[in-house]
């Protein structure tokens, strides 16, 4: 096999931890196409396979932007791609477990296809651990990059073209901030737009500050530019994305964040603003304030909690309590009553005793959430967490995410029984995949509702009344 350490250093969770001072570069024109790779894929597709957060699916928008620049079109089935692409995620162990399951199976493909470019990226490329497991065992993919050089994307698949070895490209620096990117939007009516990059928080299970970097801010003009564009080609909403917004702009502004970003994204007319992920600490009264007095912010947040007990959120290093989290959740729920909340929630953490959990419990309870994405612990490589004691068995984990979950589906159904009757404003999306005589879409609370319509209204937003309430989905029909 190649010695690749001549020119690549794997990347190293415990260089990671020391975030450098020295200036992030804003970048308009990093990005550009060889001579000779303009036009290299007409009459060829790509396919891209994603897992993971909101994040991959954007990174994922711009690799199919940049391959759709080279003349590549989006095949529907893998089997009839040029260039696949994995864009992977590193959060858990099962998500891990399914992209080397992929991996597998493409190495089948790859034998009646022997021209196919086969390329790994995304978090699981950042970690030095996945990298040298692949050098080892997969020698049927072509190409390694990670999250911080996507916009070399068409050096790297030139030198796997012509290279008969693994091109491997990962740079363990976090990136500068690169804009000026092409795209190839998911969805017709609705975006995500990036508003910073990785995480400074350091929570003590989580992978991501590692693999995707300190914690970088778009520049606010690059930003209301964007959305200004996406209201202009006709999009209804966006989600302002980051590993936790609520950091947005403390890196480059002194007296501009994320309460001043939303206030501004606010006034460029686009209809609907989400945003993901807020940490509970940083939580500002003036997001609070920003959400409750503009119309087109909608009333949904994710919180993520992860824990109700003090003890567990300390050895997790969420840097709040319990009290501190509940003391914001009221907050919110005073100033902004019809306010929605979904939350994450792990399981099973280290040294988790019966008691610790049923805190969990009775904060949920409490809460009463309208979704909760929930979890058994998951240890990843290289985490202080990892290191620690992991004395739950398998059963008792098993068991109180059972009861959890239990708990959700009521909380769930009995939140969404307040829209029986009632009228909502729906973004139409287009028609259920289940049934294609319905329309589905969301309503300003990020409920998901299917009702039969008007299939010219597609894109548009509705007024739909609610005839029947299921614990995920609510169904209805257009009124006029």
């Not at 300190?214 to 606010?220: D, G, I, T, V, W």
């Not at 990020?446 to 009344?465: P, R, S, T, W, Y």
Request: charge should be negative.
């Amino acid at each position: 096999m190649k010695d690749y350490s001549e020119y690549f250093k794997a990347p190293s969770l415990k260089e990671a931890r020391h975030r450098g001072k020295d200036d992030i570069h804003h970048i308009d024109d990093a990005y550009e196409i060889p001579a000779d790779m303009v036009g290299i894929g007409k009459g060829q597709k790509y396919y891209i396979q994603t897992y993971g957060c909101q994040a991959n699916e954007r990174d994922s928008e711009t690799l199919a932007g940049i391959l759709e620049s080279m003349g590549y079109e989006e095949a529907t089935d893998i089997k009839e791609a040029q260039v696949v692409l994995l864009n992977t995620c590193a959060i858990r162990e099962n998500a891990e477990e399914k992209v080397f399951g992929k991996i597998g199976y493409l190495k089948n493909l790859k034998r009646t296809h022997p021209d196919l470019i086969f390329g790994v990226c995304g978090c699981m490329t950042q970690e030095e651990v996945v990298v040298k497991k692949i050098l080892e065992k997969y020698p049927q993919i072509d190409l390694i990059f990670g999250t911080h050089n996507i916009h070399r994307l068409p050096v790297l698949l030139k030198q796997a073209m012509l290279e008969k070895e693994m091109v491997l490209e990962v740079w363990s620096k976090e990136g500068d901030v690169i804009e000026n990117l092409p795209s190839h939007r998911a969805h017709r009516y609705k975006a995500w737009v990036n508003i910073m990059y990785g995480c400074d928080k350091f929570c003590t299970y989580c992978i991501v500050p590692y693999t995707r970097g300190k914690e970088r801010s778009r520049l606010k003009e690059e930003i209301l530019e964007e959305v200004n564009e996406l209201v202009q080609q006709g999009y209804k909403e966006i989600t302002l994305l980051g590993q936790n917004v609520n950091s947005y702009g403390h890196d480059i502004y002194d007296d501009y964040n994320f309460a001043s970003l939303l206030h501004d994204v606010s006034l460029t007319g686009i209809d609907r603003i989400r945003f993901t992920t807020s940490h509970p600490w940083e939580f500002s009264d003036d997001m609070i304030e920003a959400i409750a007095t503009h119309d087109n912010i909608m009333p949904a947040i994710h919180l993520p909690v992860q824990s109700g007990n003090t003890e567990i959120l300390k050895k997790m290093g969420r840097r709040y309590t319990r009290e501190d989290y509940l003391t914001l959740f009221d907050k919110i729920k005073v100033r902004i009553p019809d306010c929605t909340i979904t939350t994450d929630i792990i399981v099973g953490f280290p040294g988790e005793t019966d008691e610790q959990f049923e805190d969990t419990m009775s904060l949920y309870e409490h809460c009463s959430y309208d979704l909760a994405y929930t979890f058994i612990y998951s240890p990843r490589d290289g985490t202080p967490a990892a290191k620690m004691k992991d004395d739950i068995d398998k059963h008792t984990k098993e068991q109180r995410l059972y009861r959890l979950n239990d708990l959700v589906t009521e909380k769930a159904y009995q939140n969404n029984l307040i829209y029986q009757d009632q009228i909502v404003e729906v973004l139409v999306e287009g028609t259920s995949k289940r049934d294609d005589t319905m329309l589905t879409g969301y309503t300003k609370h990020q409920k998901l509702v299917n009702f039969k319509g008007n299939n010219d209204h597609i894109g548009q937003i509705v007024k739909v009344k609610i005839t029947e309430v299921k614990t995920w989905a609510l169904k209805g029909e257009e009124v006029e």
